[in-house]
Every structure is written in structure tokens, then in C-alpha cells.
């Protein structure tokens, strides 16, 4: 199985601040065809997970593009330029270039 | 409008089955993948299931800790999906999300889940 290894495990910051989280999968992510299976999710307190980011750098319909991921190979990044409230939350990467699919321990968010 | 929305979950004793709905609505179902993941309490998302749609081969595949015990199935009105599991364990006990799966030929995306299910496997 890949595993995905995310670091820090928790972030506490204050508004307007930048945040990165690091994501290193096992072995590469990159399929046969070419594509990089690689996504972000946030799940917010008391909700479900929401997708952020898809194909490492994809940013989903109407997330703010203050969320910007890249990466390649076994190493991936989800910044954030400006951290917000609303930002608070439980961030996962996710493999999914081969099953079992596997995902991030997440990263805990939160705001001081 | 994409909904997807799960129920069926409850409190079920170790040994015993359960079937989790998924019903979908605002797109075919045939033209997407589904997947479910789960999250035990406190935890993190475990991914437990995939269906590719029917333009990407149909298959189905389930996590190890499961395969054998739960199935995929779908409704031949294609509005709901299934989530049938037997010989359930304490470890199975989480939230389960469906999520809608979409394959195209530039991108894969999880776009749409639901808003998940509780299953209690306890004595």
C-alpha cells in the first residue's frame, strides 16, 4: 500500500498568515496514462470532507484561490497565500493512483 | 442541484449486516463513479470502496479490510446505491460517506459527497 505522510500534523495561525502543508506519498503517484492522482480535501468541524484540490494542482469549482497545490513524484504541497477563518479545519491528501487509495493522517487547522 | 445523501446507519451488534443507502439526485448515476470512505470517530478518512462508471469498465473494487464481507450494489433506477455489509466488526463502526466520482479525460475528481452515516458495531 502507498502510504501518505503529511506534515505538520497541526497549524495554529493567525489570520493573514500563509500556511503549507507537505504531503509524501511512498512511491510515485504518476500513472501509466501520465496523470498524477493526487488530491486535497477539507473537512470542517461537524462537516463532511469538501475537494479542494484535484490532479495536484486543480483548483475545484468555487474554492478560493488563495489554495494552491503542486508537487510531482513523491512530494506535494497545499498552500494557503492568506489564512481565514473559514479555513479552519482537518486538511487530508489523498492518493488515488492505485487501490487501495489511501489518505494523509490530516492536518489540523485552526486559528488563534 | 448534485445531492448525494446516505442512511441506513445505526447500532448493530458484531456478526450482523447492514445495508447503507446512498440516494443521488441533479445527475445520471450510470455516468459517474461512486466511492464510499469512512472515519471512525476521532479519526481520520479511510477509503473503503470504488465504482468506476460504466465508460471506465464498471468495476468495482473494496478496501482489504472489508473485501468479502461488503458489496457494492445499485438500484435499476440507478438513484440509489448500496453499501451491503455483513459479518460486521467493531472496527467498522465510523461515518460512511458516498462520494460522486468523476472520471473525464483530464481530470478525476471527488466532487459531491454526502453528509454521512453513523454505523455502531457494539454489543
Known amino acids: 500500500d502507498i502510504v501518505m505522510t503529511q506534515t505538520p500534523l497541526s497549524l495554529s495561525l493567525t489570520p493573514g498568515q500563509p500556511a503549507s502543508i507537505s504531503c509524501r506519498s511512498s512511491?510515485?503517484?504518476?500513472?501509466?496514462?501520465?496523470?498524477?492522482?493526487l488530491s486535497w480535501f477539507l473537512q470542517k468541524p461537524g462537516q463532511s470532507p469538501q475537494l479542494l484540490i484535484h490532479?495536484?494542482?486543480n483548483r475545484f469549482s468555487g474554492v478560493s484561490d488563495r489554495f494552491s497545490g503542486s508537487g510531482s513524484g513523491t512530494v506535494y504541497t497545499l498552500k494557503i497565500s492568506r489564512v481565514e477563518a473559514e479555513d479552519v479545519g482537518l486538511y487530508y491528501c489523498?492518493?488515488?493512483?492505485?487501490?487501495?487509495?489511501?489518505f494523509g493522517q490530516g492536518t489540523k487547522v485552526e486559528i488563534k | 442541484e448534485v445531492h448525494l445523501e446516505e442512511s441506513g446507519g445505526g447500532l448493530v451488534q458484531p456478526g450482523r449486516s447492514l445495508r447503507l443507502s446512498c440516494r443521488v439526485s441533479?445527475?445520471?448515476?450510470?455516468?459517474?463513479?461512486l466511492t464510499w470512505f469512512r472515519q471512525p470517530p476521532g479519526k481520520g478518512l479511510e477509503w473503503v470502496s470504488l465504482?468506476?462508471?460504466?465508460?471506465?469498465?464498471?468495476?468495482?473494487l473494496y478496501a482489504a479490510s472489508v473485501q468479502g464481507r461488503f458489496s457494492f450494489l445499485r438500484s435499476d433506477s440507478n438513484t440509489n446505491a448500496y453499501l451491503q455489509m455483513n459479518s460486521l466488526k467493531p472496527e467498522d463502526t465510523a461515518i460512511y460517506f458516498c462520494?460522486?466520482?468523476?472520471?473525464?479525460?483530464?481530470?478525476?475528481?471527488?466532487?459531491?459527497w454526502g453528509q454521512g452515516t453513523l454505523v455502531t458495531v457494539s454489543s
Open positions: 462520494t460522486r466520482w468523476t472520471q473525464t479525460g483530464t481530470s478525476t475528481r471527488f466532487d459531491s
Open positions: 489523498m492518493q488515488h493512483v492505485e487501490a487501495p487509495w489511501t
Open positions: 441533479g445527475f445520471t448515476f450510470v455516468d459517474y463513479g
Open positions: 490532479g495536484v494542482s
Open positions: 512511491q510515485s503517484l504518476v500513472y501509466s496514462d501520465g496523470k498524477t492522482y
Open positions: 465504482t468506476r462508471s460504466n465508460s471506465y469498465g464498471g468495476e468495482t
